[in-house]
């Protein structure tokens, strides 16, 4: 196996930075040396002769084959997202639930278990508790913050931590260091949900996760268009546990999608410091107003992890932010329908601002009780901060606060 003809590598210089990686790793320009990626939309792919293609579906020679498990507009955006994250290696998929449900596919059987935060993505707890509970897999869903119930939660039989930080939308951060610690005791993995940060702001393996998933659908392509996820980690786990799943579940990722995505990763880290900087603004103004009783985002002085939130996020509290306004849902409905420029959907990420009520939207299938526990309010709006002006957003917003006092 040790002379295995691999695909080609780019000759980058060693030791680039994160920049340089976002706009330069991919694959090597085909022989018509293009210089913007060309995009691959073929569903299969020609060998010279028969012996060659027995080689090569055998894996016993890496080429691409067939486009439900590869495809140089898929490993372009693979290698940029691996090096962004600073993993061996990384593998796209359909979407961000695509990735969750790839990784547990490739890493859990009927008996095992997991243990996730009750604060992370809605159909990541339906995913984990409804599909997987089907098929044997049990999932202890524990405190965001509170490492104790995670390590309390263990079992002989824990075979992974599933982590998102921060979360959506109260914006609590988990510390990444200490349940990687447990994980590891335990003989378990931890898997890190990096949507809401990306790797230009967080790299989960600096603290010790085995696993990076991601939605290409938010920061990574940036500009709302498509639907994509990764797993990234270890060549072990992802050529050795995932790719073997997705050649036969076809979970895969569209090579037109993988483009778009990897052309949004060009600009990743300029979006996303801009659009951060951008909501610490609006978040301290927010505190300010009159009409609002309280505001959710890790760049916040008075956010409970706040520390922690900076030493994990290189400084930087996110491209998201949440707040109460004083009142309730009428009150919150009537400051989300006097924006003008925000679009009123549920999604994050974009380069237009989203405004959201996540009570009757993005956690509606929650019951009244189940959303107060979680702390989601009828008054709560979440919005995810775009690259409009500034001064336009919190011309937006005040429209509808002002009125409230
Ligand atoms: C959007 C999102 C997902 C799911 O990603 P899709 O691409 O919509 O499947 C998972 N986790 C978080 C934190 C998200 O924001």
Known sequence: MTD????????????????????????????????????????????????????????EEEAFVYSRFSNPSV???????????????????????????????????????????????????????????????????????DVAEWKAAVRPTTKLLFAETPTNPL??????????????????????????CSPALQRPV?????????????????????????LCGPASLIRGKFFPVMRSAGISLSPFNAWVVAKGMETLSVRVLAQSARTLELAQWLEGHPGVARVYHPGLASHPQHE????????????????????????????????RLCSIAANFGDVRSIITHPASTTHGRLTEPQRQAAGITQAMIRLGVGLEDVADLKADLARGLDALV
Not at 39 to 59: G, I, K, W
Not at 178 to 196: F, P, R, S, T, Y
Not at 206 to 228: C, E, P, W, Y
């Open 4 to 59: 295995k003809k691999t695909l080609p590598r780019l000759d980058l210089p060693e030791g680039v930075g994160l920049d340089t990686l976002a706009v330069r790793e991919g694959l090597p320009a085909s022989p018509y040396g293009e210089n913007s990626e060309a995009l691959y939309l073929t569903s299969c792919f020609v060998h010279p002769n028969a012996e060659t293609a027995a080689r090569r579906f055998a894996d």
């Open 75 to 145: 490993t372009i955006m693979e290698r940029r997202l691996a090096a962004l994250e600073g993993t061996e290696d990384c593998i796209g998929t359909a979407s961000g639930m695509g990735a969750i449900l790839l990784m547990i596919m490739g890493l859990l059987k009927a008996g095992d278990h997991v243990i996730c935060s009750r604060s992370v993505f809605g159909s990541t707890i339906k995913l984990l508790q409804g599909e997987f509970g089907k098929f044997g897999v049990e999932t202890s869903f524990v405190s965001q913050t």
């Open 171 to 196: 914006t609590e951060v988990c510390d990444i260091q200490a349940l990687a610690d447990i994980a590891h005791e335990a003989g378990a993995l931890l898997a890190v949900d990096n949507c809401m």
């Open 206 to 230: 600096k603290f010790g996760a085995d696993i990076i998933m991601h939605s290409g659908t938010k920061f990574l392509d940036g500009q709302g268009r498509v639907n994509a996820g990764a």
């Open 308 to 339: 922690l939130a900076m030493r994990q996020q290189s400084g930087h509290g996110g491209a998201v932010l949440s707040f109460d306004v004083k009142g309730g849902r009428e009150q919150a409905f009537s400051v989300i329908d006097a924006t």
